[in-house]
């Protein structure tokens, strides 16, 4: 009797740890939620997103379209598609805004309990836990990882994958691991790098079956990837890997160092020294990450999993530096997404060495503490939506003055069209050279609208000019300025040359 007793008690105390942690979750994701709509979308993001809307609709291979080298088919456009199923299921709109700004809200969340149940996992503590707070839940997202986090296909389903993969390489659970491995490197190349490499280096001098398993697992991703597109599924981008010219090698070190402060949140360049606080702390917590890596490294551990992060994160670090990739973004701090795997991967073996300083855990919380002190204020005061709120009144203009139909540039036309509830139809076109055309882009086949549309013309120039609209389709019937767009009105028939992206 006392034995089902305590039986019973253990089972609601399983219970109740469960639902505490399911409801942290849930007011984190709605916290992440709601700073999402602080930052205006691109097209990028609600481009994907509509590719998960076409998969709820039963096109699960994407058939016709056009995605990135990165195609995320594996974990953004599927959480994309579950959204929107439910959204339609409940009656609203399966395009709505708002799951733009849920989809990667729920991403980060995802990704944040992987590192809390793996730490536990690997013998974890609070003290760790506090270090992992202060360094990875951005507080409230103000930070320049937190913009990128709130967008949706950014590279953080990838490091779930990535993460998992090595958690089950370090356990010796092949099938686990293969499967991991599979789903992330069809979603995205850089799995290759952060779930694989680590493996069979390691692998070939402690573990040989698992090095054999990482190696089958991604050529039978590849060869998936190979046979959807040749039986009409989605076909990617061709995007050439290059290694970077010898002469960018120093400014490709001296970026990477920069993303990594950034990834940290721990970037004091053009800062006042008066409001540098948090960025020291972080660069304080950063100190803990250096000597749990340079441990590990000096230790020449056994155990596998800290040995797996630091090569995931050095690999990582290092094809960012010898790529070609810094030079394509024109050294942007958009390159910083390519490290997310090291960011996590080291605080979460940085986490688990902070147990051997008393001081550590006191100094994380005093970032922690100041870091949402600092976004807190730093944050603006309303959301816009995923437009900003000129964009707002570009939609609330068009409705109103203009057809439904028109041609705008890349970087708008889908994020005005998913903000306008569909009532807007927005084809994005770019400059070619025989004329204006459809911009082929994370997207199926796409033509000119018929008469009656109109073209956005924005300024400073995007993927057009205003010159190039009016070559193509003569001068317009009436026009109008608002915002930063000059208006194009075209009411008459007129022959609209439908032709591929280049």
């Known amino acids: 009797m006392a034995e089902s007793t305590s039986a019973q008690r253990k089972s609601w105390q399983d219970y109740r740890q469960v639902a505490v942690w399911a409801a942290v979750a849930a007011l984190y994701t709605a916290l992440g939620c709601h700073i999402a709509t602080l930052y205006p979308k691109t097209s990028d993001q609600v481009a994907y997103f509509n590719a998960g809307i076409a998969m709820a609709h039963g096109h699960l291979r994407l058939g016709g379209w056009l995605l990135t080298p990165p195609d995320f088919w594996t974990s953004d456009i599927p959480l994309s598609a579950f959204l929107s199923l439910i959204w339609r299921i409940l009656g609203r709109n399966q395009a709505s805004p708002l799951l733009l700004a849920l989809q990667p809200a729920l991403m980060w969340t995802l990704l944040l309990a992987s590192v809390g149940f793996i730490f536990r996992r690997h013998g974890g503590g609070l003290r760790g836990g506090v270090l992992i707070a202060a360094l990875l839940a951005v507080p409230l997202f103000a930070m320049v990882p937190g913009y990128f986090v709130t967008l949706s296909a950014i590279h953080v389903g990838t490091v779930i994958y990535a993460l998992w993969a090595l958690h089950f390489a370090a356990t010796s659970r092949r099938l686990p691991y293969f499967v991991m491995l599979l789903l992330g490197t069809m979603g995205d190349p850089l799995c290759i790098i952060v779930g694989a490499l680590p493996v069979i280096l390691w692998g070939i001098q402690r573990h040989r079956s698992m090095a054999m398993v990482a190696c089958g697992s991604i050529a039978l991703a590849e060869a998936l990837l190979a046979i959807n597109a040749a039986t009409g599924g989605f076909t990617t981008e061709k995007l050439p ?171 708008a036309s889908d994020a005005l069209n998913m903000s306008s509830l569909g009532r807007l139809h927005i084809v994005p076109a770019i400059a070619g050279r025989t004329g204006l055309m459809p911009f082929v882009h994370i997207s199926p086949p796409l033509q000119f609208p018929g008469k009656p549309f109109f073209v956005l013309v924005p300024h400073p120039d995007e993927t057009y000019r205003k010159d190039d609209a009016i070559q193509q389709f003569g001068a317009p019937a009436r026009q109008f300025a608002i915002g930063r767009y000059d208006v194009l009105i075209y009411e008459e028939r007129r022959s609209v040359r439908d032709t591929e992206s280049p």
């Open 241 to 411: 890997l290059r290694f970077a010219p010898f002469d960018s090698l120093t400014r490709n070190i001296v970026v990477t160092i920069h993303d990594v402060l950034t990834a940290f949140g721990a970037d004091l360049s053009s800062l006042p020294v008066s409001s540098a606080l948090p960025e020291l702390a972080r660069l304080g917590c950063m100190l803990f990450v250096a000597v749990a890596t340079l441990d590990v490294i000096r230790r020449r551990e056994n155990a596998p999993l800290p040995v797996l992060l630091v090569l995931a994160a050095g690999l990582d670090a290092l094809a960012l530096m010898v790529s070609d990739r810094i030079e394509l973004e024109s050294g942007s701090i958009a390159t910083v997404r390519y490290l997310f795997p090291l960011w996590i991967d080291l605080t979460l073996l940085a986490a688990w060495h902070v147990e051997r300083y008393v001081v550590a855990p006191y100094f994380a919380a005093v970032a922690l503490l100041l870091s949402i002190w600092s976004d807190h204020a730093t944050l603006p005061a309303r959301s816009t939506g995923i437009v900003s709120q000129d964009d707002q009144a570009l939609i609330a203009t068009l409705m109103h003055f203009a057809p439904p139909n028109g041609i705008g540039s890349w970087w």
